[in-house]
């Protein structure tokens, strides 16, 4: 599994960025620019809060874990796995989101201000976009959170599984 890099994210969000504002410009051409929907920043704000909630709670259960604590809950391989593979699809998918928001909430702004509605369209895509990097934010640390140690040795008795458990 690659790890996320913060320059791919800001390149799918400025790919977006520079679709969405020439896409609302067309559109602006052509007839009445949709509306921005209220939910939008509400949905990725609520994806940020989930994966931000899922890497503080891995965070302690490994914490535990490696310290040996007495009734540690143990990590299952699997489930931190899944989580990652969660974390990132939302970032890569939140960059798009927000790149998209954000050109469109960007011509809003330059263009027709005069128009009824503009400037509360212009401010949820405003906050889709801040909502968008907190999705990428949180993602990047949970994959942080999940992250293997390094090995030192290449014996086969020095190998570790997932999450650092004994193979």
């Known amino acids: 599994m690659n790890h996320l890099r ?3 994210l800001a390149g799918l969000f400025a790919a977006a960025f520079a679709f969405g ?6 559109w602006d051409t052509l007839g009445t620019l949709p509306a921005v929907p209220l939910l939008a920043p509400v949905v990725l704000a ?6 931000l909630g899922t890497a ?5 259960r490994l914490r535990a874990q490696r310290e040996r604590r007495r009734g ?3 990590v299952e391989p699997l489930m931190a796995a899944r989580a990652v593979v969660f974390g990132q699809a939302s970032a890569l998918v939140s960059s798009l989101v927000a790149g998209l928001y954000g050109g469109f909430g960007l011509f809003l702004l330059l263009e027709r201000m005069d128009v009824p509605n503009r400037r509360e369209h212009a401010l949820y895509a405003g906050l889709s976009v801040l909502a968008g990097i907190a999705v990428c934010a949180a993602a990047l ?5 999940c992250k293997l140690p ?5 014996d086969d008795h020095d ?3 997932p999450m650092g458990s004994p193979i």
């Open 150 to 154: 390094d090995g030192d040795g290449d």
């Open 46 to 51: 609520v994806i940020a809060a989930v994966l």
């Open 72 to 74: 540690a809950r143990p």
């Open 21 to 26: 504002w020439a896409g609302a410009g067309l």
């Open 56 to 60: 503080v709670s891995l965070r302690g």
């Open 159 to 161: 190998r570790h599984g």
């Open 6 to 8: 913060i320059r791919n």
């Open 141 to 145: 640390y949970l994959e942080r959170v």
